[in-house]
């Protein structure tokens, strides 16, 4: 499949690996590279901007192909140093990054002078517009599906793909609920240049994170996430557990919520502990309406081919014969 987007970034399949928090590292941003995708390490997983550095080394240790890295502005418990950050990136020779949250807009300069690729997430299409003006060079469309924050508009991806495909000149990629060759020719159809996935990412045999997490977005159904956040304008997309019930339970009493009542809940450190040792009920920790579509554990190479492959014939035999026309053989 040859798109604006593989022409772009130099990459085999429009399959782009969105940056997660404590689950973007070298293991995966290197395995969904190598089988032909773009991964992307998460700049703020690592506790310091020189660890970020070790970890981009690391990650060419592991793979000779394009990769990116993700920089996300939101609010934090901790205050980050996002400019050191952003200058190790580019001293390190990343020629992809994926921005989030805030408006990149101050850090375009630099990352435009390295000959760095800017590919904005954006929950609308107004901030999508706006990204193209300002200089972005690939929008992630993120719809309500999507796991971490969606926003506060909540327009699912039916509505912003169309608008986006109408309305923007760059390419774009197709971000949130997306897990399989459905969902790729559908975004293909609809207008985007590739999908952004994450969640589904994350139940690889090389995510590094514990084995139970990947069984239960296995066990998962499309009922499985809930909003939080939405008091405080910060909504984020996250699986439900116990701590989540909790925080909601707060979010829902009368008046404006505080975030130092929820603060010890949903600190990140808490989230990264799930993870590694897979105690479901610890943390946060993000996941997409995607979950639904999960059913097993896959390597990278396995899910990309079987998402390409499913995509193509969707396309070259029952789109075919839908619109009438000849229905070509698939190698
Ligand atoms: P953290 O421990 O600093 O905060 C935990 C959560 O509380 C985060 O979702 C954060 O956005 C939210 N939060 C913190 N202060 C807040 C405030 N004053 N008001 C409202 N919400 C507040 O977060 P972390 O787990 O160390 O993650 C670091 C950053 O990365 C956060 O901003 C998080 O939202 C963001 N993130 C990034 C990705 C990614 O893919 N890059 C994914 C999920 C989250």
Not at 64 to 85: A, S
Not at 184 to 209: S, V, W
Request: net charge negative; aromatic share 4%; hydrophobic share 40%.
């Amino acid at each position: 499949m040859q798109t604006r987007l593989t022409e772009m970034l130099g990459i085999k399949h429009p399959i782009v690996q969105g940056g997660m928090q404590w689950v973007g590292l070298a293991e995966l941003a290197s395995a969904v590279s190598n089988a032909g995708g773009l991964g992307i390490l998460t700049a703020l997983t690592q506790p310091t901007p020189e660890d970020l550095e070790k970890e981009i080394r690391r990650c060419r240790d592991m793979t000779d192909k394009p990769f990116g890295v993700n920089l996300t502005i939101l609010p934090t418990i901790k205050p980050v140093p996002y400019e050191e950050y952003a200058r190790v990136i580019i001293e390190s020779g990343i020629k992809i990054v994926e921005t989030a949250g805030r408006n990149p807009e101050p850090f375009l300069p630099p990352y435009k002078a390295a000959g760095i690729t800017v590919i904005h997430k954006c929950t609308s299409i107004r901030h999508s517009l706006k990204a193209e003006r300002i200089g972005c060079d690939v929008v992630s469309v993120d719809g309500f599906e999507c796991a971490g924050h969606p926003g506060e508009d909540d327009i699912t991806n039916f509505i912003l793909l169309p608008l986006a495909a109408r309305k923007l000149s760059i390419p774009f990629l197709a971000s949130g609920g997306f897990g399989d060759g459905r969902g790729l020719a559908a975004a293909l159809a609809l207008g985007a240049d590739g999908i952004n996935m994450g969640t589904r990412f994350m139940a690889t045999q090389e995510a590094p994170i514990h084995d139970k997490v990947k069984q239960a977005m296995v066990e998962a159904s499309e009922l499985d996430t809930a909003l939080i956040y939405r008091t405080l304008r910060n909504t984020a997309r996250v699986f439900r557990n116990d701590i989540v019930e909790q925080v909601l339970e707060i979010e829902s009493r009368p008046g404006q919520t505080n975030f130092e009542d929820i603060r010890e809940l949903v600190k990140g450190v808490r989230g990264r502990e799930v993870y590694s040792k897979g105690d479901l009920d610890r943390g946060v920790w993000s996941a997409g309406m995607v979950v639904g579509l999960i059913d097993d554990v896959p390597t990278c190479r396995e899910l990309l081919d079987r998402i390409v492959g499913e995509a193509e014939t969707i396309i070259a035999q029952r789109l075919a014969q839908v619109s009438g026309g000849p229905i070509h053989e698939l190698a």
